[in-house]
């Protein structure tokens, strides 16, 4: 049974960072590529990142290029998203997702974590 | 930039065929998959690689690919598929995954 546990949101000035986290179990960590998807209140999915399977290749969304970094641990089976530069626009539940690949690229996301919250606000 | 449209609303009714498009250029050359969500909770993974079930998905559920449109299809519709689905396709040019806006089924 595939599990995926994000942690770190909360509340973060504008301007600030935050690092979240996603615990996986339940199956091969280091044998698929990872995401983050993100959905402002009351909005849609938008696709913010993914890691390959090894973590040598990764790909951002062009609204967090340069502020958002992916990365992962595969020792540890846990996925990262450290956040930069936040703005109130970046307010929204942060989704890990598991690809069915270990590329991230063309396959789909197969199993999503619960989210987690991070609102950017003074 | 590569864009993907859906209808924002789709109506059936139960035991009916629904069908939900999602359209952008040359969408037929690239893979597309399908998401369902539910309010309050994650979404599922309903359809990838075009016309592909993952395990545990109904067989109502089928999809399809060609020219600029993607269909997602749920023949027999019920009323526990009465959700919001989001297309989603990779695109290799700008080496980005794109959502499309997402597309609420309502079920009466």
């Known amino acids: 049974q595939v599990h995926l546990v994000e942690s770190g949101g909360g509340v973060v000035q504008p301007g600030g960072s935050q690092r979240l986290s996603c615990a996986a179990s339940g199956f091969s960590f280091n044998n698929y590529a990872m995401h983050w998807v993100r959905q402002a209140p009351g909005k849609g999915l938008e696709w913010v990142a993914v890691i390959r399977s090894d973590g040598d290749k990764k790909y951002y969304g062009d609204s967090v290029k340069g502020r958002f970094t992916i990365s992962r641990d595969n020792s540890k089976n846990t996925l990262y998203l450290q956040m930069n530069s936040l703005r109130p626009e970046d307010t929204a539940m942060y989704y890990c997702a598991k690809d069915l690949a270990k590329l991230g690229i063309a396959a789909g996301l197969d199993n999503w974590g619960q989210g987690i919250l991070v609102t950017v606000s003074s | ?108």
């Not at chain 2, 993907?4 to 109506?11: A, C, D, E, G, K």
């Not at chain 2, 526990?80 to 597309?103: K, L, R």
């Open chain 2, 1 to 108: 930039s590569f864009d993907l449209t859906q209808p924002p609303l789709v109506s059936v009714s139960p035991g009916q065929t629904a069908s939900i498009t999602c359209s952008g250029d040359r969408l037929g050359s690239k893979y597309a998959c399908w998401y369902q969500q539910k309010p309050g909770q994650s979404p599922v993974l309903v359809v990838y690689q075009d016309n592909r079930r993952p395990s545990g998905i109904p067989e109502r559920f089928s999809g399809s690919n060609s020219g600029n449109t993607a269909t997602l299809t749920i023949s027999g519709t019920q009323p526990m598929d009465e959700a919001d689905y989001y297309c989603q396709a990779w695109d290799s040019s700008t080496t980005n995954w794109v959502f499309g806006g997402g597309t609420k089924l309502t079920v009466l």
